[in-house]
């Protein structure tokens, strides 16, 4: 055999496993899905409907408005205020995540006119009601967790990485583990499964359309599917502006106060 | 190499990289998709959207974009409207007093209602021009309409409809104030309501806005308290926020002195108010007496000509984990110390006020050249100070408040003022859903003068006391609610358990409220306002 053939073929074979070789640590890959923030929680402003449709198929919309900002990449401080329901309607939620301890977080309620401060150890729990907890949104369990690539795999017709994510503080979070597919080519996730303890299925999150805006990729539907109580929540961003401005000072007490 | 060979080994170079873009899966970096319909003409930061199909049924409802942009529009306004439609039907399981032993009504038998039907409408509408401008007005459109017992009804319903009836307006102007926000400092003028302390029954800490106690369980919570006439300064440095506020009016609590269930005057009052009152009352159309409870409750009144204004500080520093409020004001006790004259009383205890008229009253009153009591609003300085902090599912609150000077009622009703420290520690029980919550709060008062000897309306020099709401929502749509408050020495309680369904934006909420204490004690004075009620809430 010609011996340049063989080293050509040897070179590509090389390159080709390199190539392979090259797909992103998995904690590089968190890390790109943390910075890139597709669900505009860090870096934004966006406005988002939500629909809550229990096992009868009953509805309840929520509508927000929410503004975010990096602080200390990844950490964010959010502030999210409600149009919807009525009986929602100007209350404010103001979240600071923390990279050591509990994140901080607040509550205005417009009839009692003060901000209550709301226990960070609350991750379990459902966020005003709707099948995305705190923990799905502060995305502590991906910061902190253990990650490995398990594999690959298409969605429609997006090639994505399967990663999967363990949390180290267990008893800080309602999950055993995370599966996230993640797009390949701009680091959105598309699907999002996340399992109790007892490696059961509880939650599955589904991307059902994405947007570039101004050059970063936002989740603008979603739908999260609570298997244990048969409950799913429609997320839809009705506008996004990516935003690495908003000031600082939006992210007090004193503005939350603000109506 | 020769170039034959060399064409070769370029060509399956080319070949290798083209394997390892491919195993790459992509050739022009992270944010161009492959795929994307409009990725064959578009640079990197161009708009593109894309639908996951999965296999999966998407959304049954997507609403459709309305703006996606890289850049905010300056200067974004909005309006917002929110409030309530309220109605509410009170049924009083209390029974009327007795008449006179010839059935005629004996001015001695406090006024009992019945029947309480309450119609609100609550709109607040606000304007705001993003984080530099803000004006908010609201106002509370209200409608009582009352049927009074008839004396010597045998106990509930015995006589539904066949008493008085009156109905009253309540037309409120509630927040009405415009607010300039910079960066490190805002500016708020008019109307408002500004919450002090963190407790969620009554914080010692919450002075700048009168209460109003017509009705202590069945007001909806935005409506306990009076918006006040304010200027408000926020000073942002940084870590701690310095609050400046004044006021150039008094606003009093808001009471009834006679004539509804929760008034002042009640059955275990002295008869020597009963009377007075009741003989007055009758002087009056019952649908008039609403108009007399101002001239009642106050016959003299700080100034509003600026000349007795109001003022204080809140300095908030928030601290990891903990918040910490300390707060100085220098304004007025919100109940009124009233004092009876002497001369007044001597003369009424020659009148036989069972039988008295007003024309016999007038007669006994009339050499005193004036209105037989006083009622007169005191200085004070308050200073207080809050903390809040949370552990694990635990929300923690303490409040703690000293008062130069605080009023309260003698048995007899008159007026005793004392300093007093008050402090209310506050545990709740956070599940992240308003909907679930439990608060516990241990309340606590000390007054540094010891109480007349005949001893104090409601209070004594220590009174420890105990309240909160337990609130769990089932299915997004049944709620259950238990509120109430209470002490141990003396024994008294008012709880309020409710049972409510939610159906979108309306409510209907049906419940007890349950009076009951020891002699002396608040539940044993309004013993006789247990009641029944049904509340449908249509929120807007």
New interface residues.
Partial sequence: MNP??I???S??????S???A??PAASEIIG?VLDADPWGLAGA?V?A?V??R?KRNST?ELAFHAISRKYAPPLAKSLVRF?A???L??SGFLQTQKDK??D?RY?Y??????A???????RA?????TDFS?ADMDRRDLRDGASTVKGEEK?????CWIVETTPLKKGDSEYGRIVMWV?????VP??MQMFDKAQVLLKTL??????????T?FI??S?MVNHREQHQT?L????????NDV?E??F???NLE?? | ?TSG?GR??AA??S???G????????ERG??????SPASGADD?????????????P??S???K????????PANEERF?L?G?LLAQGIAGLGKAGDPLPNGAPSPLTVPYDGLHERTQLFL?L?F?RK?AF?A?VSGLAGYDWYDREVQGSSGPFDNLHAGQSRGTWDPQLREAYA?V?W??L?LRLGQQ???WG?ADSRSPNDVLNAYDLRDPLLL???LTHLPTPLARV?L?LGAV?LQLVGSPVFVPDRFDVYGSNWALVQPGSPALFRGLLGVAARAVDPAEEEALQPLLSATTRPKGNLTEPTGGARL?I?F??V?FDAYYHYGFDGLPNLQFDPRAAAALSQVNLAEATPGSLLSALGQLGGLPFTSTYVRRHHLGFDL????????LRLDAGHDSAKVFFNKDLTGFVSKAFEGVLSVEY??????KTIIVELTGLHLSDPPPTGGLLFHKQDLLGLAGVARWTF??RLELELRGEGSARPQSFLVRPQIALKF??F?IKAGAVLVAGAAGSLGDYYQRNDSLYVTLKQ??
């Fill in positions: 340049i053939f080293a050509a073929l070179l590509a074979l090389v390159a080709g390199a190539a392979r090259a797909a790109k402003e406005d409907r629909i809550k229990d309840e149009s329901p009525a009986d309607a100007g301890g509990d901080e509550l309620l417009p009839e009692l006119k003060r209550r401060r709301i226990a960070g150890s609350l729990n459902a966020f005003m009601g705190f969605i429609g017709k997006y090639a797009r390949e080519d701009n680091f598309l699907r589904t991307t059902e359309e994405v947007r570039r805006v101004g050059g990729w603008t539907r739908k429609e839809t961003l009705t506008k996004v502006q990516p935003k000031p000072d939006q007090t007490v004193r603000k109506q | 190499m060979n070769v080994a399956l170079l070949a290798a990289l394997v390892a873009l491919a195993a790459r899966g992509d992270p944010d161009v998709p492959p795929s990197a930061t161009s708009d593109v959207v894309e639908r996951i199909d999965d296999g999966n998407t959304t409802e997507s609403p974009p309305q703006v996606f942009a890289a850049t905010a917002s929110r309530f607040e606000k705001a984080g803000e908010v607010g926000y960066s490190r805002d309501r500004l919450a963190r909806e919570q935005e926020d942002d926020t908030a928030a990891p984990g918040d809040q902090t949370t552990v694990g599912p635990f929300a956070q599940t992240g859903d308003i909907g299915a997004d979108e934006r409510w929120s807007l």
